[in-house]
């Protein structure tokens, strides 16, 4: 009897350290791939600098950020390839965190900041910025991009939430859509309407990161900071979130302070990047279906994953762009458009697509 009940206890402390050992392999693996993500993030911001119009080796690459010069491609690298490359950085963090919050809110894998109309209301208010009022200056016309995300957004939930199923994914998406297609074809209006802010506009609105310099950083980077913090403070309650709101009720969590956060990261995010680079679609519904897949549903690391893999798509595609029409280039957002519309078209047919 005293062999048995030993080994009665011995069987259930295995049973009971199983699940830790469990959740600590798992949490291994997930930080062994978020370093090779990370260096991949590296091997693409080196790359980012020494593609384009013309190849600069990555030696002399190194030497300009390191040792400048006055030599041509040293000024090449700090005037222009360096800023493109950092703000490439920024705004794919920004845009995938956008998208990862927006879906895990929603409860809608199709959702993103430009499928949602976030950034087309940004993107008409800046319109109506340079249009009206003539403040061709980001740091001008960057509230107006706050403003039009937030109202967008706001707008946007509210008609997606009229009916008796309320704020459906299928809604939400619907509402975005068209949200998104009236806006844009008013901003075009008006562009077209004002040649002045047409030519102010044209590359913008296609989505680019090729012309803002340091000035566009500086402007928008205390923005992108504190919709960073809110991000990440927000992952936790929003695992919560996820199970509904009568549960995340039960579990502690304030579900109106949660999603008032969301909605002001969002804004900040997604309205500051539209701001410095225009409306960039695809890479907030892409990357955070891609970090799901790896780490599984849990935000904490899905908002670390989309951290680092967003950049990468984003910077990836910028230098497609610069490398398939040489001596010109396809702007970022285009080339994001083309791949992510295939994307999207495979996530609309998945079973199980309408919730997370």
């Known amino acids: 009897m005293t062999v048995t009940d030993t080994g009665a206890i011995r069987i259930n402390d295995r049973a009971s350290s199983a ?11 997930r930080m062994a791939g978020l370093l090779l993500a990370a260096g991949l993030l590296a091997a693409c911001l080196l790359a980012s600098i020494a593609v384009g119009s013309r190849d600069i080796p990555l030696p002399t690459v190194i030497d300009a950020l ?5 030599s ?9 390839r360096l800023p493109r490359t950092l703000l490439g950085l920024m705004i794919g963090v920004a845009l995938g965190l956008s998208g990862a919050m927006i879906q ?8 993103d900041p430009g499928i949602l109309g976030v950034n087309a209301g940004a993107a008409f208010f800046v319109v109506l910025a340079v249009g009206l009022f003539g403040l061709t200056s980001i740091n001008a016309y960057i509230w107006f ?3 039009g995300a937030i109202i967008t957004t706001v707008f ?3 008609v997606g939430s009229v009916g008796r199923s309320g704020a459906t994914p299928a ?4 509402a975005g859509v068209a949200t998104a297609a009236v806006l844009g074809g008013i901003s075009s209006g008006i562009s077209l309407l004002n040649p002045a802010v047409f030519d102010h506009m044209r590359f913008w609105a296609a989505g680019s990161i090729a012309t803002p310099g340091y000035d566009a950083i500086a402007a928008v980077l ?4 504190l919709g960073l913090v809110l991000a990440l403070a927000v992952a936790r309650p929003l695992n919560a979130v996820a199970l509904g709101d009568d549960l995340a009720a039960a579990l502690g969590t304030s579900v109106m302070r949660t999603r008032v956060l969301v909605v002001i990261a969002v804004t900040l995010l997604a309205g500051s990047a539209t701001a410095a680079a225009g409306p960039i679609g695809f890479v907030g519904l892409m990357i955070p279906h891609i970090a799901r897949w790896i780490v599984g549903p849990d935000q904490r690391w899905v908002f670390v994953y989309t951290l680092v893999l967003s950049p990468i798509l984003l910077l990836v595609s910028d230098m497609l762009g610069r490398v398939v029409m040489r001596p010109g280039e396809l702007q970022v957002g285009i080339v994001t458009a083309l791949v992510g519309a295939p994307v999207l078209i495979l996530l609309a047919r998945r079973r199980g697509a309408s919730g997370l």
């Open 19 to 29: 699940p830790v050992a469990g959740v600590a392999h798992t949490n291994a693996r």
């Open 66 to 70: 390191f040792a400048y010069d006055d």
């Open 72 to 80: 041509n491609d040293h000024a090449i690298v700090r005037a222009l």
């Open 104 to 111: 895990a809110l929603t409860r809608n894998p199709l959702a």
């Open 145 to 147: 991009a706050f403003l």
């Open 156 to 158: 946007v939930y509210a």
């Open 171 to 174: 809604r939400l998406t619907l």
């Open 222 to 225: 205390p923005f992108m900071a």
